[in-house]
């Protein structure tokens, strides 16, 4: 079956601007993960959605970022005023279930703040 | 808050030769996690320890989970060229927590 997936890949945007990463978990996951990695880093987690609501969004940075999985599947990750330090590989994953499980890691969106 | 710290952060090895990465927590661990990332790919998942001083095997590779459950090892027996990428740790503090990731350990392999 179809893996995570992330759209888009790349995204290059200006200083200011806002941004919106979507994410496609794999069919029937519940549990949805947000992370972010520099470059030599590991992922850094931002966000945790156990089905629609977010049960643990404690590694956003800042009141930039904001993410949303309104009906329980797709997810968007929304960065407005996009700052410079903002640029990293923005990764989501999901897992079947209640969190404690392998997490499947999509290819991840390139965003580079100009 | 919360830290995992692996080491090293790198290691280059002849094709044959072993490999072993570290991981250490600031606070016990409900369990942990290890993953594996190919240059320009995503994080894959390799294996969960739960239980104090569990050993998993994996084919050449040996996972280790500390009694004290504040520590894991990655070691690789005879490396290949296709264990090159970069192994990540990660462990959550309670059960159905937030992953904490350490920073990796690329391992590189000349044939």
């Known amino acids: 079956g179809a893996g995570v997936s992330q759209t888009p890949s790349n995204k290059v945007t200006e200083k200011g601007k806002y941004v919106e990463l979507r994410c496609d978990p794999i069919s029937g996951h519940t549990a949805l993960y947000w992370y972010r990695q520099s470059l030599g880093q590991g992922p850094e987690f931002l966000i945790y959605f156990q089905g629609t609501g977010a049960a643990d969004d404690s590694g956003l940075p800042n009141d930039r970022f904001f993410a949303v999985r309104p009906e329980g599947s797709v997810s968007t990750l929304k960065i407005q005023r996009t700052e410079r330090g903002d640029s990293a590989v923005y990764l989501c994953a999901s897992s079947p279930d209640r969190g404690d499980e392998t997490q499947y890691f999509g290819p991840g969106t390139r965003l580079l703040v100009l | 808050g919360q830290q995992v710290m692996q080491i090293p952060q790198y290691q280059h090895v002849q094709e044959g030769e072993d490999f072993t990465t570290y991981c250490n927590s600031s606070t016990t661990l409900s369990n942990i996690q290890w993953y594996k990332q190919r240059p320009g790919g995503h994080p894959v998942f390799l294996i969960q320890?739960?239980?104090?001083?569990e050993v998993k095997k994996q084919k050449r590779l040996t996972f280790q989970f500390g009694e004290a459950k504040k520590n894991s090892s990655l070691h690789i027996t005879a490396t290949q060229t296709t264990d090159v990428g970069t192994y990540f740790c990660?462990?959550?503090?309670?059960?159905?927590?937030?992953?904490?990731f350490g920073q990796g350990t690329e391992l590189s392999v000349k044939p």
């Open positions: 320890l739960v239980k104090s001083g």
């Open positions: 990660a462990g959550r503090r309670q059960q159905g927590g937030k992953l904490i």
